[in-house]
């Protein structure tokens, strides 16, 4: 019973391995609000209502493919922040970014899935959060190892009185920072993911031509604002 339980539970994993890539492939052609279970299925030889058994809705699906994508940068962040000295924080920093670009860049659609315009409908669960800041854990951990190291200068500009509290629910991906280190953090955030959106969204096109390069200069301005040293 077990051998075939096993078995089992093969066959299921392969094909939920089968459906989620059909519907990657999808996702470049009709984008997240053209994903279609029916559509999938056909693709696939099934009946429509045997997918059914795999993923109960179009939301399942796409919480899945949203879970795989987050996890997917997450592991890539990690592995390359990981190979880096511990105290060459400006390293570290520009390796997590380098990695969030070359994924973003070889997967262009799912990085749409993730930060692009909302899905019409579909609102993520909370089973979404774990794997979406994985990557930002990662960043706010080598800001963290780098004021705790003496290594990061303090911010040029204090935040406002009105901002107080504000850096609570940011912190927990950098514990033992103040507020200031928060905020001047959340600007090289945007600025990060700013770029990734003007890049895979076309932004750049006719614009800028060796964006790699620009890429990692602007990355190494946005350590310089940070104050890590390098």
């Known amino acids: 019973?077990?051998?075939?339980?096993?078995?089992?539970?093969?066959?299921?994993?392969?094909?939920?391995?089968?459906?989620?890539?059909?519907?990657?492939?999808q996702l470049a052609t009709d984008g997240a609000g053209g994903l279609s279970l029916r559509a999938v299925?056909?693709?696939m030889g099934m009946v429509s209502s045997a997918i059914y058994r795999y993923f109960p809705s179009r939301d399942d699906l796409l919480t899945t493919l949203i879970i795989d994508g987050y996890n997917a940068i997450g592991e890539a962040v990690e592995r390359a922040e990981a190979a880096c000295p511990r105290d060459d924080f400006a390293g570290r920093w520009l390796a997590a970014c380098h990695a969030l670009r070359d994924w973003a860049v070889a997967h262009p659609h799912e990085y749409a899935l993730l930060y692009g315009s909302p899905v019409p409908g579909y609102h993520a669960p909370q089973d979404t959060i774990a794997a979406r800041v994985r990557d930002v854990t990662v960043l706010g951990g080598i800001v963290s190892d780098a004021w705790r190291a003496g290594a990061m200068r303090a911010p040029a500009i204090e935040p406002p009185a009105e901002l107080e509290g504000e850096a609570a629910g940011v912190r927990e991906h950098m514990p033992g920072v103040p507020d200031g280190v928060v905020w001047q953090t959340v600007a090289a955030w945007t600025a990060l993911y700013g770029w990734l959106s003007f890049e895979v969204f076309g932004q750049f096109n006719g614009t800028i031509e060796d964006r790699r390069a620009a890429f990692d200069h602007s990355m190494r301005l946005t350590a310089a604002t940070m104050g890590l040293a390098q």
């Open 41 to 43: 299925a056909r693709e």
């Open 1 to 25: 019973m077990t051998a075939s339980r096993t078995a089992r539970e093969r066959v299921r994993a392969e094909l939920i391995r089968e459906i989620t890539d059909i519907a990657r492939r």
